[in-house]
């Protein structure tokens, strides 16, 4: 830092400033302090920093269910955001969802000497282990459907499910099933309620989910309790992995996609738009939630007055498979 501030011509305390990105610096010397960092490579050494700020500049995070898409890519947006605040991720799996399981997961990360920790667990289970387990730094919640609070960060799947049904609504049709995922996901939950509003918004009559297991293999199955249902002209399907399953097996079945039945997922996951049809699906920003999680850890870290905020909020992207353009249009329709 010495030798950045001698090139730049100021203080090591503006090098300091500057470094940690404070306010009270002019562009010119912020700029100047810039460039010396640039020319002679300098990067910042987190013992030393931690020894100033009390920090490790590490951010625990709690995890299960990381074989589904949403998980998954929300840990790499949480990897991904606390890089470039300066802080690495450390992760720890729940063995269960219970609370024995959840505070030796919560236990070990404040062994480590965390700075907080992310709980990314979205099943009803690990929020009922939560209940009454202590922490001694701040902690946020990822909660699907839940209510914004300072400690939680979510997306707004109740308003992705409604959108996605009330497309389906625009298109024509009155008898909309749904393929939910399964029982105790949070998830399950918020895309049942979006589903159920659009439909009772519209004074139509919601049938039965259908549950199933996030997989294509559980909507391949369910192929045949849909074509056993020959009112049922489209289908809102809780997640894409379940609506590739399906769309094989109605196509076994001879039944035309859109024509016949229309399909709508839920992740946009990269494969959505190579199906055949391109499947019509709510796109749902991981990279946003993962910055959205970051950002209320720091506010807490930093004694804040964080505002409870508003949830990632996906949009629907309008393909083949309800109707819209074909594949090689992929890239247009978003709404």
Request: net charge neutral; glycine share 8%; with cysteine.
């Amino acid at each position: 830092m010495i030798d950045v501030a001698r090139l730049a011509g100021v203080s090591p305390q503006t090098v300091s400033r500057v470094v940690n990105d404070h306010p009270n610096v002019t562009p010119h010397v912020r700029e100047r302090v810039q460039w010396a960092i640039s020319q002679l490579r300098y990067r910042r050494n987190p013992a030393a920093r931690s020894l100033v700020t009390s920090r490790t500049m590490s951010i625990g995070v709690v995890s299960w269910g990381l074989a589904q898409h949403g998980p998954s890519v929300a840990l790499t947006g949480i990897a991904e955001a606390a890089r470039r605040e300066g802080y690495t991720t450390n992760l720890v799996g729940l063995a269960d969802t219970d609370k024995a399981a959840m505070r030796a997961a919560i236990g070990h990360l404040v062994d480590d000497h965390v700075d907080g920790i992310v709980l990314l667990a979205p099943v009803e289970a690990a929020l009922h282990a939560l209940d009454g387990v202590r922490t001694v730094v701040p902690l946020v919640v990822f909660e699907p459907g839940g209510v914004p609070r300072p400690d939680s960060f979510a997306v707004d799947e109740v308003a992705g499910a409604r959108i996605a049904t009330q497309h389906l609504l625009t298109r024509g049709h009155t008898k909309v099933l749904h393929l939910c995922g399964p029982p105790g996901w949070l998830a399950t939950e918020a895309r049942i309620r979006g589903w159920r509003e659009a439909l009772t918004s519209a004074g139509l009559h919601a049938p039965i989910p259908v549950p199933t297991s996030w997989d294509a293999a559980s909507g391949y199955r369910a192929a045949e309790i849909v074509t056993g249902q020959p009112d049922i002209t489209a289908v809102f399907v809780a997640n894409d992995q379940t609506a590739l399953g399906l769309m094989a097996g109605l196509t076994e079945r001879g039944v035309r996609i859109p024509d016949d039945i229309a399909v709508v997922g839920f992740d946009d996951f990269p494969e959505a738009a190579y199906f055949s049809p391109s499947l019509t699906t709510v796109r749902v920003d991981f990279a946003a939630l993962g910055r959205l999680a970051v950002d209320k850890i720091l506010a807490l870290l930093r004694r804040e007055t964080s505002e409870a905020g508003s949830p990632v909020v996906p949009e629907l992207v309008v393909r083949a498979s309800s109707g819209g353009p074909d594949r090689h249009q992929r890239q247009e329709g978003t709404v």
